[in-house]
């Protein structure tokens, strides 16, 4: 449970009480190679974290399992989320690691440390080339809440070229994104193409580890004014930090992601169907057993999440995705 945030006594100590539920104090707790002082601090610290409790008898007892690991994620989360933001947001550290680069280069002359990039033009080509040379591993943490089609044209080539390689592609994405329809698709087709999909809560720090040469990362949508990390030792915290997100995030939510082997629901495919079968909506939405007012509005979500201009368009995208 260390990715939770327990040292290896707190987690003994909670599975003690866990199967010896009542016991009356730190002093029962007997059998662990934890001495009684440190065994009455992690009691202690057990049960502020919320996850030892007193009974009504003022004996202890472990909270359920599932509850603690819930409550354990979301307050690791936390931590991990203010860790970012004080790194990405401090203008001292920046200084200094700025100070560390201009007297610090490798052997072809190439700064090392930390880079700011300072408009949008320097970091997409900057993410143009770490995608280029990237070959074992690309994890990201995405803090956006609107995914547009014009996001899923700039992302889609960066990461079918990585999928195409073989790279190991891992997204946590915030959970507010599932919400649009454009968003879903994308990454249904990603998931579809082996990669790794995630989500999790309050993400405000967006950060792209590539390989283990290089991290970008910033506070919001990384529009302008990012951090481009090359520092091996800088590169191995956010990597651990990013992985602790990532073990702490929850797999994608069955029921946005239910249906076929395209992720696509049920009735996603009948509008799809219908698209391709009647010219009109009064006729669609009688099939669907819907309003011609609702039929329109799941059109519209599936134009907008294809990224069609109109319904024969959709069409074609769908037959070359194979959904229809």
């Given amino acids: 449970m260390s990715v939770l945030g327990l040292s290896q006594d707190e987690s003994d100590v909670y599975q003690y009480v866990l199967r010896h539920p009542g016991v009356a104090g730190a002093g029962d707790i007997i059998g662990l190679s934890v001495p009684r002082a440190r065994t009455e601090k992690t009691v202690a610290r057990l049960c502020a974290l919320g996850i030892l409790e007193e009974n009504q008898e003022g004996r202890l007892d472990a909270v359920d399992p599932e509850a603690a690991i819930d409550h354990l994620a979301e307050l690791r989360l936390r931590e991990l989320h203010q860790e970012f933001q004080d790194i990405t947001r401090s203008r001292r550290l920046v200084g200094v690691l700025r100070a560390d680069r201009r007297e610090r280069t490798d052997r072809t002359g190439e700064p090392r440390g930390v880079e700011r990039l300072r408009d949008a033009p320097e970091l997409r080509g900057r993410i143009d080339d770490l995608t280029f040379f990237c070959r074992r591993e690309f994890l990201s943490m995405e803090p956006r809440t609107v995914f547009t089609a014009e996001d899923a044209m700039v992302a889609a ?39 790794e999909i995630r989500v999790a809560e309050g993400i405000e720090v967006r950060a792209l580890v590539y390989d283990d040469d290089a ?46 082997g395209d992720g696509l629901k049920e009735i996603e495919h009948r509008v799809l169907d219908l698209m391709c079968r009647v010219t009109k909506d009064e006729a669609g939405a009688r099939a669907l057993g819907v309003s011609v007012r609702t039929y329109r509005r799941h059109v519209a979500d599936l134009l907008t999440g294809l990224g069609a201009s109109n319904r024969v368009q959709a069409a074609l995208i769908a037959r070359e995705r194979g959904w229809i």
């Fill in 157 to 195: 080539p960066l990461d079918e070229r990585l999928l195409r390689r073989g790279v190991r592609v891992r997204r946590v994405v915030r959970k507010e994104m599932l919400r649009h329809p454009q968003a879903r698709l994308y990454l249904r087709d990603l998931l579809r193409q082996g990669a």
């Fill in 215 to 260: 991290v970008l990362i910033a506070s919001g949508d990384m529009p302008s004014d990012a951090l481009a990390v090359r520092d091996g030792e800088l590169i191995a915290a956010f990597r651990s930090l990013l992985e602790s997100v990532w073990e702490a995030s929850d797999e994608l939510p069955a029921d946005d992601w239910s249906g076929a």
